[in-house]
């Protein structure tokens, strides 16, 4: 897709996208007898259904084939197709916005914070401050929009002699009035950091923020809304074995907390029977148990305590007010963010498989 055309997209049109969705923060349920701590429950598609101050979450899972020479994907496979918008799933992946190499080209952000957990594969990032990366296989980039960026996040298809899975979770969570304008920052969460909690062999809790179990883990951006201890800001991946039992205790103060089911058979939360693929809305006041009822059981919980400010989205952009979107939009006409300084939209960074990021004072990080 040409960049007029993908910006073009973004800024008008609605998509299932991370990069320029108009999505419904207020996801309607419908009310089912349930458990006492589950109080809404519905099944998982593509885009998940998430409560404030997290504003959208997706589950990615590709499994592509061998590479070309430009990392990309062959032509053959761009037959029946919506390229530059693939989102319906064919051959066991999507391009999404990619002309050639899957991920999203360039695009804008302001107003809140995209967490993006990358646990099979890599993804590279190229943003409009300079900075840039390769991350992937448990590693987490949580970056801080603010005021307003300019990124481009691509899988490319480093293996030419097998198959290239990418799985990763991508997350959005809002920032408060105060913060909609901090400058834009980024911070890579290696997965040989990230605490392992193993409760017993057939339970590992991956603890990307928050507090479990006495072990506390925060390492957002400096503005973020996870920064605060009482925000209570807790994302978890647990995986568990048949048998497996977890339990997660009451919140210390008035959260918003949401479990996603999306592997495994069958679980069991406070005693109620759930089904693979299930999102559930908790009383947070509660605390809850959850046992395994079959062999690779995992799911997410997402934890917050919401900032209870008026939300106002357009496409890559989150603000308070209509009148601060029509703002931004401005901006962003008058600015581009900084611009786009890459020889490409779709950046990627080479051949060579190594985890690295670059960040806008030019320092070097590797895990």
Known sequence: MKRRHLLK???????????????????????TEVSQVITKIQPIEFQWPVQEPFL?????????????????????????????????PKDGFRIYHGSEIPGFPVHPHR????????????????????AAGRYGEGDVQWMTAGSGVQHSEMFPLLHQDKENTVELFQIWLNLPKKDKMVPADFKMLWANKIPKITQDPKVEVSLICGEYQSQKYCEAPKNSWAQEPSNEVNILLV??????????????????????FFEGD????????????????LDSSKEF???????????????ARPIGEPIVQHGPF????????????????????????????????????????????GRIEKP
């Open 9 to 31: 997209f973004l800024l008008l049109l609605p998509a299932t996208s991370w990069a320029g969705s108009i999505f419904n923060f207020f996801n309607i349920f419908k009310k």
């Open 56 to 88: 959208f979450c997706v589950h990615h899972n590709d499994r592509y084939p061998a590479g070309n020479k430009n990392f990309g994907l062959d032509p053959k496979y761009f037959v029946g197709r919506d390229m530059g918008q693939d989102f319906t």
């Open 111 to 130: 107003g809140f914070e995209t967490i993006t957990i990358v646990r099979k594969g890599y993804v590279d990032h190229a943003d409009s401050l300079g």
């Open 239 to 260: 995986k568990m074995e048949s048998g497996g039992r977890f339990k997660y205790p009451a919140a210390k103060n008035k959260t918003n907390r949401t479990l996603y």
């Open 266 to 281: 069958g679980i069991s939360v406070s005693g109620q029977a759930v089904s693979k693929k299930q999102a559930m809305f």
């Open 289 to 303: 148990e959850i046992e395994a009822n079959s062999a690779g059981v995992e799911f997410l919980i997402l934890e």
């Open 318 to 361: 989150v603000m308070n007010s209509r009148e601060e979107i029509h703002q931004t939009i401005n901006d962003y006409q008058r600015t581009q963010f900084g611009g786009w300084k890459w020889p490409r939209e779709d950046m990627f960074h080479g051949a060579k498989i190594e985890k690295f990021a670059k960040y806008p004072d």
